[in-house]
């Protein structure tokens, strides 16, 4: 038996990885792409004036839109190129935890069979309403 | 040009051996927890996921793998789980819609923890938040919801 569900569980990690392949492999080129075009910056200064919202200071914003479209480890480099304090610090990575890297995690949703949009509502939702709260809050203390 | 689709691929494929690395352990360790019957005893304890939500007891196992190894092989499992047919529809959207608010815990707590944030601010505001979410889409997933998913899986098929 135990031979056999070490064989069961090996056949079954490689088709999770061969379905898990075929789905974040475009996605990983359309990502690498992206990092080399102007577009991450436009989003920026585009979400710039809205970061005051989250008691933030506008260059957040880059590290926002990255952590969004590319990762959270990109979203990390980005974080240390600039000057930001504890407490920005913790309300952009609350804001990250519940939104990142949404090209390849909503990718790898969409194969489940669940809505594309919905996902991203509530991933985008849950991270303005904790970062307006943590914000909030933060500026109060 | 050319450099750019050397980044990718090498990228990709890098992602992909970790991914591998991760996921086989898992099945196997999984398989051999059900094969010799502890799974259910392990998962016991954690069953309040499905009694709170109202989603089956398979809902459980993948759901526990998501939110503490992250969204991919969360995913890997609800597959394999969805294949020997213990899942519904409804069960389905209310796993996705925790994890895609909790997942990866460890990982992406410590990563955001590693530049000063603070981690019992972002552990506690991503748990709660999820599950107060998922309790209410528990509450209010309507008939609809479960037909424009059927819709979607038929189309993926």
Not at chain 1, 71 to 90: D, P, V
Not at chain 2, 62 to 78: E, N
Not at chain 2, 98 to 118: K, Q, Y
Request: proline share 2%.
């Amino acid at each position: 038996m135990f031979i056999n569900s070490i064989k069961t569980g090996v056949l079954k990690g490689l088709e999770t990885t061969w379905m898990l392949a075929k789905v974040i492999i475009p996605v990983y080129f359309v990502v690498t792409f992206l990092q080399y075009t102007p577009v991450i910056d436009w989003i920026a200064y585009l979400f710039t004036p809205l970061m005051t919202v989250f008691n933030l200071p506008g260059e957040a914003a880059i590290v926002l839109v990255i952590g969004n479209l590319l990762s959270l480890y990109a979203a990390i480099g980005a974080m240390k190129a600039i000057a930001l304090t504890n407490l920005e610090i913790t309300i952009i990575a609350v804001m990250l935890s519940f939104s990142h890297a949404l090209l390849v995690e909503t990718a790898v949703t969409k194969r489940l069979g669940v809505s594309v949009i919905k996902v991203v509502l509530i991933r985008v939702g849950l991270a303005l309403v904790a970062g307006l709260i943590v914000g909030r809050v933060g500026a109060i203390l | 040009m050319i450099e750019i689709i050397k980044e990718a691929t090498l990228g990709s494929v890098g992602t992909i051996t970790t991914i591998m690395k991760y996921v086989i352990p898992i099945m196997v360790v999984l398989q051999l927890f059900r094969d010799y019957k502890i799974l259910d005893k392990i998962v016991k304890p954690f069953e309040f996921f499905s009694r709170i939500f109202n989603i089956s007891k398979s809902s459980v196992t993948p759901l526990l793998v998501g939110i503490i190894f992250g969204l991919s092989f969360g995913a890997g499992v609800i597959i394999q789980t969805a294949k020997e047919g213990n899942l519904s529809k409804r069960d389905l959207f209310l796993m996705v819609a925790f994890l895609a608010a909790c997942h990866a815990i460890i990982e992406d707590t410590l990563i955001l923890v590693a530049v000063g944030a603070n981690g019992f601010i972002l552990l506690g505001s991503r748990l709660v938040a999820a599950f107060i979410m998922t309790y209410l889409l528990s509450k209010y997933v309507s008939i609809e919801d479960i037909e424009e998913l059927e819709q979607a899986a038929a189309k993926e098929v």
